[in-house]
């Protein structure tokens, strides 16, 4: 079994597995080169374009795991919706009931055919390498974010007001979006993909209470739905103040933004693997003071399981140079000696 596998089934390995959050994307040369002759949809879109930029960053660096290109966005069409990027995504919003009620729940697969292909072209290239892939959904109540605000938002506050004032709405939306992601990750994980993230990007806006009423159950059907079939991982940005609900998530691993030192969250989240957490702007310093960082959330990540990465998405302007002195750095770190 990989490192990363390993790891993320429990195992605290003698050197921490490492990937990032958005290592095939646009800090790339040879990412850019492409995005020059086609738009985002069309790299989605494209099965040979999608598998190659995702192989991209494998070729470049010792990577423990691909992650699959696409978007949280993806499976959405399939239900009826249209979706642009400008550059992020952008949706006619929907908010009411005539627009839920159409919305369709399709065949697992009618969902992205084009994103299983895919799966099944950088599996095929893995095997060989004994690099695992990672496949990924949105949660539902991030896709539910965007849907309903109409695009990207730094409060998503049209969002927030619409789950007040229309509850009912809200957990029918959830209700489809839910099944769809679940037909849509197993269809992954037949194709090929060894582990799974669930993304819950916007879910840190929330209350522990709203949290609990319109994720935490629609994130453990979708999670127990893949029991057994691969390890899960869940991703949520900013929510240190849900840990107590998260712990009790049907996954494997939990990855953790940088605002909160691993070794606390470990004493929230005892018995998961942690993924994280350096801040995605340690990248953008020197070398000596990224060393620095890395060697600090290193030694946070001691006493367990831990898959080193980002905090959250690696930054467009990081040179790719500071991300293959990070990966060897990681490789080099000895974790089973003393605790420092």
């Given at each position: 079994m990989s490192l990363f596998l390993r790891a993320l089934h429990g195992e605290n390995t003698s050197t921490a597995p490492i990937w990032v959050m958005r290592q095939a994307g646009r800090y790339l040369p040879e990412y850019m080169a492409i995005k020059a002759k086609s738009s985002f949809l069309e790299m989605v879109q494209t099965p040979e374009l999608a598998a190659e930029i995702t192989l991209q960053p494998i070729n470049r660096f010792a990577l423990d795991a691909a992650i699959i290109f696409s978007d949280i966005m993806t499976p959405l069409p399939a239900m009826g919706i249209n979706v642009d990027f400008a550059p992020g995504p952008v949706v006619t919003p929907v908010r009411s009931v005539q627009a839920i009620t159409v919305l369709r729940i399709p065949q697992a697969a009618e969902i992205a055919p084009f994103m299983q292909k895919a799966i099944e072209l950088v599996s095929a290239e893995?095997?060989?390498?004994?690099?695992?892939?990672?496949?990924?959904?949105?949660?539902?109540?991030?896709?539910?974010?965007?849907?309903?605000?109409?695009?990207?938002?730094?409060?998503?506050?049209?969002?927030?007001?619409?789950?007040?004032?229309?509850?009912?709405?809200?957990?029918?939306?959830?209700?489809?979006?839910?099944?769809?992601?679940?037909?849509?990750?197993?269809?992954?994980?037949?194709?090929?993909?060894?582990?799974?993230?669930?993304?819950?990007?916007?879910?840190?806006?929330?209350?522990?209470?709203?949290?609990?009423?319109?994720?935490?159950?629609?994130?453990?059907?979708?999670?127990?739905?893949?029991?057994?079939?691969?390890?899960?991982?869940?991703?949520?940005?900013?929510?240190?103040?849900?840990?107590?609900?998260?712990?009790?998530?049907?996954?494997?691993?939990?990855?953790?933004?940088w605002r909160t030192p691993l070794q606390q969250v470990r004493l929230a989240l005892p018995h998961k693997t942690l993924q994280g957490n350096l801040d995605p702007a340690a990248l953008l310093g020197t070398p000596k003071t990224m060393a620095l960082e890395a060697q600090q959330v290193l030694e946070a990540g001691l006493g367990g399981a831990h898959i080193f990465n980002l905090g959250h998405g690696i930054f467009r302007q990081t040179n790719p140079d500071m991300l293959s002195r990070l990966i060897d750095q990681v490789h080099e770190f000895q974790r089973l000696g003393d605790t420092p």
């Open positions: 893995l095997i060989h390498k004994n690099i695992p892939l990672i496949g990924f959904a949105g949660a539902p109540l991030t896709l539910a974010a965007y849907l309903v605000q109409g695009s990207g938002s730094k409060d998503f506050e049209d969002f927030r007001a619409w789950l007040r004032l229309e509850p009912k709405l809200a957990h029918l939306l959830l209700e489809k979006l839910t099944e769809v992601t679940i037909s849509y990750l197993q269809m992954q994980v037949a194709a090929g993909a060894k582990a799974i993230q669930l993304f819950d990007s916007w879910a840190g806006l929330h209350s522990a209470r709203m949290y609990h009423e319109f994720a935490f159950p629609y994130n453990q059907r979708i999670l127990s739905a893949l029991q057994g079939l691969v390890p899960r991982i869940y991703l949520a940005v900013g929510a240190s103040h849900l840990y107590s609900q998260m712990s009790t998530l049907a996954c494997e691993a939990v990855s953790v933004d």
